[in-house]
């Protein structure tokens, strides 16, 4: 699933590359135009007489090596490193729960500590995949109820079941993710009881399906 959501924002990624292409404001490097805008940014060190976009290379951009590698970075006292499309997630996913999955702007301020073309629109696309802030917010969204943590005696008796909402961006036909807790997981036949926070997307029929499937869980209450 983790890669497939990488794959879907890689997706979306490259359809506002699409969108800013022209323009050379455009702050989305794809390998190709960042190993090309390297090249260009030392032709312009180079050059002896420099033209108008040369000197425009030179004020934005500036490289610096980096264990033998070239990075491209922001021109300036500090150092900004520019990443490629497709160094965003991994990137983004980093800092975004070592935050402890906080909203797009605590996200973006963690980044532009180290990187400068990490735009709120980019972590906007991010969060709006993420799998534990759609939960979070699924559960907070649906009802201001109280989800009751799970009091049982034995196994099985009691689990607590979530559904994750993944109907904007499905993978192939599969648009949810559930989520299932208890002691152990259906190593000793299915639930007495199956609790939601009872959120819009954890209806009836939901239920109704898990319980006529009767290779799933045939006696759920
Ligand atoms: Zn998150």
Not at 18 to 37: C, G, P, Q, V
Not at 137 to 157: C, E, H, M
Not at 204 to 220: D, F, G, M, R
């Amino acid at each position: 699933m983790e890669n497939s959501i990488e794959k879907k924002f890689n997706d979306e990624i490259i359809k506002l590359c699409d969108d800013n292409n022209k323009s050379s404001n455009n702050s989305l490097f794809t390998r190709e135009r960042y190993r090309e805008t390297i090249g260009n940014v030392k032709k312009a060190k180079l050059s002896s007489k420099k033209t108008a976009l040369q000197r425009y290379f030179l004020r934005q951009y500036d490289i610096l090596s980096v264990a033998g590698i070239e990075k491209l970075i922001r021109k300036g006292d500090i150092f900004f490193y520019y990443c490629t499309v497709d160094e965003l997630y991994p990137l983004i996913r980093t800092a975004h729960s070592g935050i402890g999955h906080g909203g797009i702007h605590k996200t973006y301020k963690e980044l532009i500590k180290q990187f400068a073309n990490i735009s709120r629109e980019i972590i906007r696309i991010f969060i709006q995949m993420c799998e534990q802030c759609i939960l979070r917010k699924s559960r907070t969204a649906t009802t201001k109820l109280v989800v009751r943590p799970i009091t049982s005696t034995d196994f099985n008796s009691r689990c607590q079941v979530d559904l994750v909402d993944y109907q904007s961006f499905p993978d192939g036909e599969y648009k949810w993710i559930m989520h299932y807790q208890d002691h152990f997981f259906l190593l000793m036949g299915s639930p007495h009881i199956l609790q939601s926070d009872n959120g819009r997307e954890f209806t009836a029929n939901v239920i109704t399906e898990l319980k006529h499937v009767k290779l799933i869980w045939p006696e759920l209450k």
